[in-house]
């Protein structure tokens, strides 16, 4: 092969498999989680750069954009004299590989539940009955350690999912430490309940280990340290729903894992769910045995740049080999 074509041919992207990663909207005020290719494109894989969130390898990734182009007339023939964009529209579909929280309320689009450990009489319901009474979190823990005090250590076992936040106050408005995990409307809709933060929030880890005061968790929390007053609650079970009237706002990076050739990121700075057919898609592993995945649908939402007043609603980046051409 020639120099030439060796340049030419390192101009090719060839891909194994995608990996994602998303990042909240802050609901409040709209703000997005920014992918800056200059600052942040060459990043390992592994350690995305804060505050994406690494949801593992995806598959059956399909991303589509219906822009409409429309022509300015002109003369009596009505020959093309310009054009602009009438519509933009676009979005992203792909199945999870791995179930986790995460990955479940991404793919449901709407509250995702944890199921908290219940009293022995709690009255039966779909998302989980009246919870035991959380265990307060002292003001000393990190997002990596809760100190709960030696007296309550016995309530939690290694091993254990525990979620992590703030009394419901009867407030309105969005709800979750970190990343809104819910719209409340009025106290009312939500039964006045005071796990009900708890039993939405993102705050959810497992527990890695005990010490003589406190539970070690085996990752961060995503929604961070807990806030004053927080108290903690063990998992059962995790639940979302088919419907509900709330819908997650992310930002999204979805990266081509590069096997030759260079890098490819694509960028949606706003994503929220779409309508999509199936939930889950059976892979099969061998005769009758099959792996399920969660099957994800989001529609892109527009974002102004702020570098020229443009809307757009992805961005492709392409880091080019070492060794390869440019053009």
């Known amino acids: 092969m ?21 990042a909240p909207v802050e609901r409040s005020t709209g703000a997005v989680s920014v992918f800056d290719p200059g600052k942040h494109g060459r990043f ?22 219906n822009t409409g182009v429309e022509g ?22 792909f199945d999870f590989r791995e179930w986790g929280k995460l990955q479940m309320a991404l793919a449901s689009g709407s509250q995702h539940m944890n199921v908290l450990a219940e009293e022995a009489s709690a009255e039966a319901r779909p998302a989980g009955g009246n919870p035991i009474a959380a265990v307060a979190v002292q003001a000393s823990s990190t997002e990596s350690e809760l100190v709960v005090g030696g007296n309550a250590l016995n309530l939690f076992a290694m091993g254990d ?3 992590v ?9 969005y709800v979750g430490a970190g990343i809104a995990a819910a719209y409340v409307r009025a106290a009312a809709d939500v039964q006045q309940d005071v796990n009900y933060v708890r039993r939405v ?12 005061t406190s539970l070690i968790l085996a990752q961060p929390l995503l929604g961070g340290t807990p806030g004053a007053g927080a108290g903690v609650q063990r998992v059962v079970a995790l639940v979302d729903r088919e419907g509900g009237s709330f819908f997650q706002e992310w930002s999204a990076l979805f990266v081509l894992e590069e096997q030759s050739g260079g890098r490819v990121c694509f960028y ?16 099969e592993v061998a005769g009758a045995v099959a792996s399920y995945a969660l099957h994800a649908s989001f529609v892109a939402l527009p974002y102004q740049d702020s570098s020229d007043g443009e809307v757009a609603l992805c961005y492709r980046s392409y880091f080019p080999a ?3 051409a440019v053009y």
């Open 2 to 22: 020639s120099s030439g074509q060796a340049l030419r041919a390192a101009m090719v992207p060839v891909a194994g498999q995608t990996r994602a990663y998303f």
């Open 322 to 324: 070492s060794a390869g």
């Open 201 to 212: 929030t993102f705050n959810v880890g497992r527990v890695a280990e005990k010490t003589a």
């Open 44 to 65: 390992a894989l592994e350690a995305p750069p804060a505050p994406w969130l690494d949801v593992g390898w995806i598959a059956n990734f399909r991303r589509y954009a």
């Open 161 to 163: 999912l525990v979620a």
């Open 72 to 93: 300015e007339g002109t003369g009596w023939q009505e020959a093309t004299a310009a054009q602009y964009r009438s519509r933009l529209q676009g979005g992203v579909e």
């Open 268 to 283: 949606y700075p706003r994503l929220s769910p779409a309508a999509k057919e199936q939930s889950e898609t059976a892979i």
């Open 165 to 173: 936040d703030a009394d419901y106050q009867q407030q309105a408005g």
